[in-house]
């Protein structure tokens, strides 16, 4: 049974509808039931927690669009169609192609991996491993953790891309200064971006035909 009594349900929904988000105390209010009756009843409606903010939001299934990750994002408050951070996380690397790396897990999920990561190195769905001189986090699943320990074998760390946000920065940067170097770029967005090594940057300008040229010496 998905509701207390429909016209609870429909308050819920419309004020789901109207602010996306709410928090258990503003559940509560808003059917006019008690802290632990409304906890009960998210759960009956399959609410989801949010995986920051210490899980204090929720959401009903119907609000989120997903995106491609099962992730989504409303003023700064983050959701996974898979539940829990944790949960989150071993589904992320277990749908990897090569594992993750911190940086990697980072970026997806919108968090400091260094916030939160320590805590699943020991995880038995996950196994830590260091390669190429980062750790990487592989699925424990024998099969599937073998494939993605191969593919990431083939990974060179000067061939891999910035990501997005990665490389959003680094063009504008590159915009405002189009005749620094790739190592110049690296020393300027490092602070902020310390994963945009001199190599990903020049891989990066180069595939887009960016790349800084080169005056030729007079004859």
Excluded: C
Excluded at 48 to 77: C, H, I, M, Q
Excluded at 141 to 164: C, E, I, N
């Amino acid at each position: 049974m998905r509701r207390e009594g429909s016209a609870t349900f429909a308050e819920a929904m419309r004020g789901f509808a109207r602010r996306k988000i709410l928090t258990l105390g503003e559940v509560a209010q808003l059917i006019q039931r008690s802290v632990h009756t409304a906890r009960r009843t998210l759960k009956v409606w399959k609410a989801l927690n949010s995986y920051n903010k210490n899980g204090r939001y929720y959401t009903l299934p119907e609000v989120p669009a997903f995106d491609a990750n099962g992730l989504w994002r409303w003023r700064g408050v983050f959701f996974s169609r898979y539940g829990t951070l944790r949960q989150t996380l071993i589904a992320l690397v277990r749908r990897s192609e090569a594992g993750l790396s911190a940086a990697e897990i980072g970026d997806r999920l919108g968090l400091d991996p260094r916030s939160f990561l320590s805590a699943f190195a020991e995880d038995p769905e996950l196994r830590r491993e260091k390669t190429q001189g980062r750790f990487v986090y592989y699925a424990a699943d024998p099969d599937v953790g073998s494939a993605q320990r191969q593919r990431r074998s083939t990974m060179s760390l000067p061939s891999r891309l910035p990501t997005d946000a990665e490389a959003i920065a680094l063009l504008v940067e590159k915009i405002k200064h189009p005749a620094l170097s790739d190592k110049a770029l690296s020393r300027r967005l490092g602070r902020q971006n310390p994963r945009l090594e001199t190599e990903m940057i020049g891989n990066f300008l180069a595939l887009h035909g960016l790349a800084v040229k080169k005056t030729p010496p007079s004859p």
